[in-house]
């Protein structure tokens, strides 16, 4: 069926960093832009990056931008999110999500993966 | 930066009509698309394109815009409905997208 899965979240202290994964299977990842949505204890959902279907183009929310790098892999059906220089307030559980063409939405979400940054 | 504005929360008895709203001045310029959010689960898209019913979505879910302004509807609420809701844009230029904050909905 048509899914996403997250991997690669976990605890790492501030200034670290993690990269995400996330693999998708169902469907074919390169007919899809893609997006990584975060949702931080407490709080509202936050859109953190977004990439097109040849990961030529990239956009950043200005909270993450400078530190993290979206990219995929189509071959490996898999889109990824390298974070860098991480801070207490990037903990959240981190979704990829698959955005359909046409403006028709996101309608595909992984399960999350989730990233805490502590010391 | 760009922002758009939602209630806290809305409480509604079963049986009656929930209404969310969600402000921001790119709404007559961008589509809206409106997510429910229960603990522990992923975000599940319901409308999208400001009034579009995703595919599976109970018919009581409805959206509807004006101006500024864009409104989820649940109409004749059930128990599973108890969630929070997030409605979701974009910028004027298309190219950010934009959460809001997020309505708590209370089934009493």
């Known amino acids: 069926q048509v899914q996403l899965v997250e991997s690669g979240g976990g605890l790492v202290k501030p200034g670290g960093s993690l990269r995400l994964s996330c693999t998708a299977s169902g469907f074919t990842l390169s007919d899809y832009y893609m997006k990584w949505i975060r949702h931080a204890p407490g709080k509202g959902l936050e859109w953190v990056s977004e990439?097109?279907?040849?990961?030529?183009?990239?956009y950043y929310a200005d909270s993450v931008k400078g530190r993290f790098i979206i990219s995929r892999d189509n071959a490996k059906e898999s889109l990824y999110l390298q974070m860098n220089s991480l801070r207490a307030d990037d903990t959240a559980v981190y979704y990829c999500?698959?955005?359909?063409?046409?403006?028709?939405?996101?309608?595909?979400w992984g399960q999350g993966t989730t990233v805490t940054v502590s010391s | 930066s760009y922002e758009l504005t939602q209630s806290p929360s809305v409480s509604v008895s079963p049986g009656q009509t929930a209404r969310i709203t969600c402000s921001g001045d790119a709404l007559p310029k961008q589509y809206a698309y409106w997510f429910q959010k229960k603990p522990g689960q992923a975000p599940l898209l319901i409308i999208y394109?400001?009034?579009e019913r995703s595919s599976g979505i109970p018919e009581r879910f409805s959206g509807s815009s004006s101006g500024t302004t864009v409104t989820l509807t649940i109409s004749g609420v059930q128990a599973e409905d108890e969630a929070d809701y997030y409605c979701?844009?974009?910028?004027?230029?298309?190219?950010?997208?934009?959460f809001g904050g997020g309505t708590n909905v209370t089934v009493l």
């Open positions: 990439i097109n279907r040849s990961g030529t183009i990239t």
């Open positions: 999500a698959r955005d359909r063409p046409y403006l028709e939405g996101m309608d595909v």
């Open positions: 979701q844009s974009a910028d004027n230029s298309g190219t950010y997208v934009v």
């Open positions: 394109k400001d009034i």
